[in-house]
């Protein structure tokens, strides 16, 4: 392909032709195949637009900016001055696995929009990324190499810090009801991982846990480690995994205390405060980079009601403990019912950061622009797998034809 506007990336130029570049349908569908009927079945008949028709480029200093904003988040979060939310929750050793850093990509750059603790989709990439190792794209994946050792690393590495040479012997996988969530077939992966090298692994109910004197159990077992899904992410409605998080009896990760210090939403406000960046101790180059890369966040509040009327087509408005876009709004889109909702208190805004475009050409469907977000899947600060997301609409939503997590590619 020649690349003849200068002004336009080469990233830019792929991304702008579905025909760029394709996923390679039929080696999904056999390492798919891989995982058995049932596993199949789940992800064609629940989950139809998981994975994307194509992957997503881009350009090295997207790709570097990203790494810029993630070491500044880490770096100030971890200083010692950022505190613990409210200070409610102890401070475990365990890191927090599965970090996701959601980005939108502009001509004004990279944009972090929000900060998950228990993000989803890292063990369906990997599938997708495996099933993709002879497709010859443009540019360079952005994962490391053997994820699947990489993840097996990280949880090991989570229980090392909570209990040292201890043998990892037994995890549970834990949400609500998971069979009927709708990311149940990456449960399914995480668990053939974990037993692949020998170590027990259920996927369970938080209501199904009861606690003895010694630990955690499920139907008669011991747990060691608990993968947490759960989005209720102070455990309020869960008595039992709550205790035996605070009292240590269990391996929980990630944990309340890594919400409160990375994904709550109202952190994001405080993240674009350059006062009070500094207050902290956070160097200028950092600050630099979060005020770069963070669009401007602030609290909600009535008082200021007449003003954010004035301006909601700004600003995207979240509710700061939320999840999976649930209650989120473009102010642009806002009717008065909702807007007085929002005005009762519970949301940041977040100045708009419009995400990137990728051209895609669905089965039986003409050429049509999805948008995407980046995630970046992070374990103590180091970005493990880079996936896109591509859809229609306000926000992500894996309903949409040729859309759904893609590979992302980095292209000189």
Known sequence: MNITASSVSPAEVLNGDCHSAQVDRAALQHTMQKQGGVWRSLVTERCQHLFADVPVFIAPVQMQQMREVIGAVERVVGSGEWGVGSGKWMQHSAKGVFFGYDFHLNSDGAHLIEINSNAGGGFLNALLLDSQREAGWPGAVVAQANLEQVFLDMFRNEWRLERGAAALQTVAIVDEQPEGQYLYPEFLLAQRMFERVGIAAFIADPDALHSRGDGLYLDGQKIDLVYNRLTDFSLQRHAILRRAYLEGSVVLTPDPAHYA?????????????????RALGASEADIAALQAGVPQTRLVE???????????????????????????????????????????????????????????CAEGAEPQPLKYDMRCYVYDGQVQLVAARLYQGQTTNFRTPGGGFAPVCVVE
């Open 302 to 360: 009535a008082a200021d009601q007449e003003q954010w009327w004035r301006e909601r087509k700004q600003w995207f408005f979240k509710p700061a403990e939320g999840y999976g876009s649930k209650g989120s709004y473009s102010g642009a889109k806002l009717t008065l019912r909702v807007f007085e909702e929002i005005m009762r208190g519970g949301y940041v805004a977040q100045r708009m950061a419009a995400p990137g475009e990728r051209m895609v």
């Open 261 to 277: 210090q990375y994904a709550d939403k109202r952190n994001l406000a405080r993240l674009t405060d350059a006062d009070n960046l």
